[in-house]
């Protein structure tokens, strides 16, 4: 008798754990389809749509955490994707270290060499950064600095450790990047895949579509 409630039980979970996978997997393709359909009715809504523009997702990342995301929207968007790269000296190890060093860096002023990156086809730029002592990376300004983004639109997105302000740092990249249109930014803390698709998702639903 046991045995069967114990078996009953078991299936009933098992069925259960399969209706939410499979509800779950159905939920990201049609999200997904969101993003790629233009006709969807929210796109329709909106008078200006980013959709058709040429896009990239360009991004620094110094741990991993702001490539993944990058990723992440680069599948979702199926478009180009770049990396910015920069110091050595950002591959410290020591964390105490390298947060000192950029903490000098920011002070004095400092604008590191970055690779060159050819924007020149993109008319829409998805821009990832690490937020670095409450502020976007030195590499991500030295990129601002550098490029010319006149009739060109920037949408931010960064990730952070928990102390970050948002509104601050697209104060920057409206700084640095001077003639470029600024979209609302995502900000995120990276720790899995779960959450953070359903969240870019939305945004990008806002921003881009
Ligand atoms: C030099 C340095 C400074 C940082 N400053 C902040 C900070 O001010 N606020 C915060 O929330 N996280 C801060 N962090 C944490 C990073 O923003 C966070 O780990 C981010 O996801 C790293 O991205 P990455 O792996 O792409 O380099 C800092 C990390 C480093 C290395």
Redesign the pocket.
Known sequence: MIKKIICVLLFIISAFILFTAISDSNWYINKTNVLKNKKDTITCAKTESLYDKKTVVI?????????AVANVIKQLLQCDIAEIKSDEAYKQKN?LK??N??QEQIQSGYIPKTNKTDISNYEVIFL?S??????V?LPVKSFLINNNFNNKTIIPF???????NKKQLDNEIKEYSKNANVMNSFLT??NGLAFLEYQLVKWLNEVYL
């Open positions: 991004y620094y990342s110094n741990g991993g955490n702001t490539k964390i390298l947060k060093l950029v990832g690490p937020v670095w002592k409450s502020h990376s960064y990730t952070f450790g928990g102390k970050a803390v990276w």
